[in-house]
């Protein structure tokens, strides 16, 4: 029988500010897309939600974003090629690091809003 990966964004709530219903939708994909802390989310809030990912058996995927708390990583930043990898690389490296010390590690990577958009349209911002 073939198999369909459903894959949904989450771990994007910070602070005092709860944003979607992680364990609800975590009940229901095969792969999460868990915010990396600039467009949303926080260390506590990864923390969670790769703990509610692993429980359920879901690969887990960083899901970096530009720094844009206010605008929810929608908006288009100009940056150089190398400012957008090094951005990247942040980020994934800060959830590679939540998922390590829960003994996960990461499955795939997923830009998120404005980030996915301009790699969509531009070579240089995909290729970094």
Known sequence: MQRI????????????????HDTALLRHVTSANVACGLH??????MRQTVRLAVAGGVALGAHPGFPDLQGFGRRE???????VEDLVAYQ??????VAAA???RLHHVKPHGALYNMAAR???????
């Open 40 to 45: 949303g989310g926080d260390p506590s809030v």
């Open 122 to 128: 531009d070579r240089g911002v995909a290729d970094a």
């Open 102 to 104: 829960e003994e996960a």
């Open 5 to 20: 990966d459903l894959n949904g964004d989450v771990g994007e709530s910070f602070g005092a500010y709860t944003i979607g």
């Open 92 to 97: 994934i490296g800060a959830l590679a690091g």
């Open 77 to 83: 930043i100009t940056l150089s090629a190398q400012e």
